[in-house]
């Protein structure tokens, strides 16, 4: 009986604890919103429009909500009457923070926020986050170890892909035909959110570049001399893209469609929802263009005389002049897509998941005009050949990537461990006719198909030491498996057929572990010392049909140090030294090393070397930042001293032919040294400039000998001398007017002075591009307008000597193109809910595989 009696006690305790309970909640969901509205305006009591208000309710976040202002500067929103914490947001006004009790409705009057007027920096916390230019609205920033640039600033990239950014990034240029480089170097290595990608095919080619939307990149990170915790390879330095995943809670996003000329259509969306402890997010669009080209080339050959005839060649013929035109038109289609979530287990665990996919699809129509002269023994014979090359291609690119992140105390100590698994397959078959004279020389039929499969494994950990001192460590796996597979056919005999009718499997394994230390002593002092050591295995197994030729199956097994030195001294809170030392590793490309990897025509021969090593740079750089009220500067003297360097070999093996090699060697030096400077002016609210300049020298060594045929059939041993020295520079500038507050106008031009090497120089080119932005739709939307290439200008020259021959080409990628884009932006300004500041699995907190959070 007792027992009956305490559990119909304890039953009625429980049903009354709940009905209490949910009494309560039904309370306070019952409570009803009031309708309250202001006005944002500045110290002069002018408007201020697109205002972010946040209203954070003390008590349930739930009740939170957030709005923009419109072009009057007024806002409105229905609340739950409480306690708020209300925060004010505006382009080029300070942060603003306020309290206030809302009990009903009515209007809450107007909250002022105080324009921006100064650029000052926080105390160096961490040697590698000490941010130089704080000020709002900059379009990039500088800090220890990188260059962080915000494309959301360029007008002239609006709708446009990766390539277009690139054009405007500090310490970038990017050449005609989409070749990237670095103060002059094009040994650059490319990351997507931290590591390599198959966004980015196996070749990094210009294609890819042009794939990837300009709206996805949340920002660029220039990284021109990487510490120990970065992957060694990219000698001239390292860009890593981020890609957009928003914070912001609810749903948010944005969908931008462009159209243009040369014909292109794009149309794109950034969609993300958050909720508690649950983050989704979902990037991707596609889009149509078409492209336009021209490449004239013209030859002289050097000491060339009437050939002696012989009993096999009765009436020989000498090659002394010959001029090239060739006209290209393309087009292509990309559709992309990236999803995932973040989920936080536990304020110190959280859980990423993400997938993408990407395809890319072109079509090509080439023509090429040649005119041959020859001496024979008649007089001078002219020749007309006529090529038309029809090709297509086709990119499937797929790419999952999993992390955790966990901290074990609130000093700093974490671990973070990520896996990712790419795929990329590509195939590209042309259809080549030749003419000679106007009669049928030949038909080739090419087919190309590479797949990459590559496996990505990192571990990383921090160990705070006391408040000024960090210790890092980490261990990363790399498994890249390449095959290629070739097939050639040919109407007309021809012995190099067969070596491209060719199969290759190239596997690469690299083990790389790091530590680094870092410090400060004082307040102005820091350094951090870092060491890498990176085990390297490449296995390469070839065949092909020539008869006779053996397969060949080689391995490589070579393991490096790489330490790193990097010190800053603040001279005052506006004012830094930097002081930076690494050493890196060039490592040759797959295709590189494939004897025969890929038939254009039968006159231009790209020879692989199968035996090409690594090169290996020791890189140096001193800067100083300033930053002030109206101006940012950032010069950096650099110096790079390359030792077994890599260069091209373009020769002839057969003075009688007309036929070229292409073939990578290692040899020599190479040194480059200049000044890097970056810098932004505002002089006025509504006129403001961002500029670099590029002043560098170059010096190269080593004389490469190959083994020919002269005209008259005899052995002969030729030279290509890649000693030389040199002297170049360029420029580039943005100005942007404000002319209102929703409307802004940016002129953009560039200079790349000519330039001198041992066997080629360029001449001078430059270019002026224009953009315009307007803000509608009360902040929503945004209309967007381009002009690349104002005057038709951005073109290439470029003369070539041997001991053999004279060559001058010229090349244009692009003609003159404008465009005009969309945006429309939704659920814009909510950021309640902001979290504590977590490393992102895959693209830290700092952007990537890179120097970790502030201490």
Do not use: C
Request: hydrophobic share 30%; glycine share 8%.
């Amino acid at each position: 009986m007792t027992n009956k009696i305490e559990i119909a006690s304890i039953i009625r305790k429980r049903t009354l604890g709940l009905t209490f309970v949910l009494g309560a909640a039904s309370l306070a969901f019952a409570q009803e919103k009031v309708n309250v509205s202001g006005k944002i305006v500045d110290k002069q009591n002018n408007a201020v429009p697109y205002a972010s208000v946040t209203f954070s309710n003390k008590a349930n976040k739930l009740f939170s909500d957030a709005a923009l202002t419109d072009e009057k500067g007024v806002y409105q929103l229905a609340l739950t009457p409480g306690n708020y914490d209300i925060t004010l947001e505006a382009i080029d006004y300070k942060k603003a923070t306020l309290h206030k009790q809302i009990t009903t409705s009515g209007n809450l009057g107007s909250f002022v926020v105080e324009a921006e007027s100064t650029a000052t920096n926080a105390k160096t916390q961490d040697i590698q986050g000490v941010v130089i230019t704080a000020q709002a609205a900059k379009p990039y920033r500088v800090e220890l170890d990188k260059k962080v640039y915000d494309p959301s600033t360029d007008l002239i990239s609006k709708g446009g892909n990766l390539q277009d950014v690139l054009n405007n990034v500090p310490s970038v240029s990017v050449d005609t035909d989409g070749t990237v480089s670095m103060r002059g170097s094009t040994n650059v290595k490319f990351l997507i959110n931290g590591k390599p990608s198959s966004l980015l095919g196996i070749d990094d080619s210009a294609n890819a570049l042009q794939s990837i939307p300009a709206d996805q990149i949340e920002r660029i990170e220039v990284i021109t001399n990487p510490s120990s915790k970065f992957e060694s390879s990219g000698t001239s330095g390292i860009l890593n893209i981020i890609l957009k995943k928003t914070k912001k809670v609810g749903f948010n996003g944005s969908v931008t469609g462009n159209i243009g000329y040369l014909p292109k259509t794009s149309l794109n969306a950034n969609l993300s929802w958050r909720k508690n402890k649950m983050t989704w997010f979902l990037n991707g669009g596609g889009g149509y263009s078409e492209g336009k080209g021209i490449n004239d080339t013209e030859t002289d050959y050097n000491n060339v005389t009437v050939p002696t005839p012989t009993a096999t060649n009765p009436n020989p013929k000498a090659l002394y002049h010959q001029l090239q035109n060739s006209e290209s038109n393309s087009t292509s289609m990309n559709y992309n897509a990236m999803g995932g979530f973040v989920y936080d287990i536990s304020d110190r665990t959280s859980f990423n998941l993400s997938g993408l996919v990407r395809t890319f699809e072109s079509e090509n129509d080439d023509y090429l005009n040649t005119f041959s002269d020859y001496y024979t023994l008649g007089g001078i014979q002219n020749n007309f050949g006529q090529r038309n090359s029809i090709g297509k291609g086709n990119n499937l690119a797929f790419q999952g990537d999993a992390g955790i992140d966990h901290k074990f105390d609130d000093n700093g100590q974490n671990i973070s461990l990520s896996l990712s698994v790419q795929s990329s397959n590509n195939n590209s078959s042309s259809n080549i006719t030749e003419t000679q004279d106007s009669q049928f020389l030949l038909n080739d039929i090419t087919s190309r198909k590479s797949e990459n499969k590559t496996v990505i494994g990192k571990a990383d950990y921090e160990l705070p030491i006391g408040e000024k001192s960090k210790i890092e460590a980490g261990y990363r796996l790399d498994v890249n498996d390449n095959t290629y597979a070739n097939t050639v056919f040919s109407t007309l005999p021809n012995d190099l057929i067969p070596f491209y009718n060719n199969n290759t499997d190239y596997r690469e394994i690299f083990n790389a572990a790091y530590v680094q230390f870092k410090s400060k002593i004082g307040e102005n002092f820091g350094y951090q010392i870092g060491l890498r050591d990176e085990l390297s295995n490449v296995k390469i197994n070839y065949t092909n049909q020539a008869p006779g030729d053996i397969p060949i199956d080689k391995t490589k097994n070579y393991n490096n140090i790489f330490p790193s030195v990097f010190l800053s001294y603040n001279i005052t809170k506006t004012n830094q030294i930097l002081l930076n030392y690494s050493k890196r590793i060039d490592r040759p490309r797959s295709f590189w090393m494939v004897p025969f990897p890929n038939y254009s025509n039968s006159q231009n021969i790209f020879a692989g070397n199968i035996d090409l090593n690594p090169a290996y740079v020791d890189s140096y750089e001193v800067g100083y930042n300033i930053s002030k009220k109206k101006f940012t500067i950032n010069p950096t003297l650099y110096y790079r001293h390359s030792t077994d360097d890599r260069k091209m070999l373009v020769y002839r093996p057969d003075e009688r032919e007309n036929v070229f090699y292409t073939k990578p060697i290692n040899l020599g030096n190479d040194d480059r040294y200049g000044l890097d400077l970056n810098f932004t002016v505002d002089p006025f609210s509504w006129l403001k400039f961002m500029g670099s300049v590029d002043l560098f020298g170059y010096k190269t060594t080593g004389i490469a000998a190959y083994a020919t045929f002269d005209e008259n059939g005899a052995n002969k041993t030729g030279y290509m001398d890649f000693t030389g020295n040199g002297f170049s520079f360029g420029s580039r500038l943005n100005t942007t007017f404000k002319i209102d507050k929703t409307l802004s106008v940016q002129l953009q031009g560039f200079y790349r002075g000519a330039r001198k090497a041992a066997n080629q120089n360029s001449n001078a080119m430059y270019a002026f591009n224009l953009g315009a932005s307007k803000t509608i739709w009360k902040g929503d939307g945004t209309i967007g307008f381009n002009l690349q290439d104002i005057f038709n200008t951005r073109s290439r020259e470029v003369f070539s000597f041997n001991d053999d021959y004279t060559r001058r080409n010229f090349m244009q990628w692009q003609p003159r193109q404008f465009s005009l884009s969309l945006t429309y932006r939704f659920k814009q300004g909510e950021k309640v809910d902001a979290p504590k500041r977590k490393k992102d699995i895959n693209a830290n907190s700092q952007g990537g595989d890179d120097q970790g959070p502030p201490m």
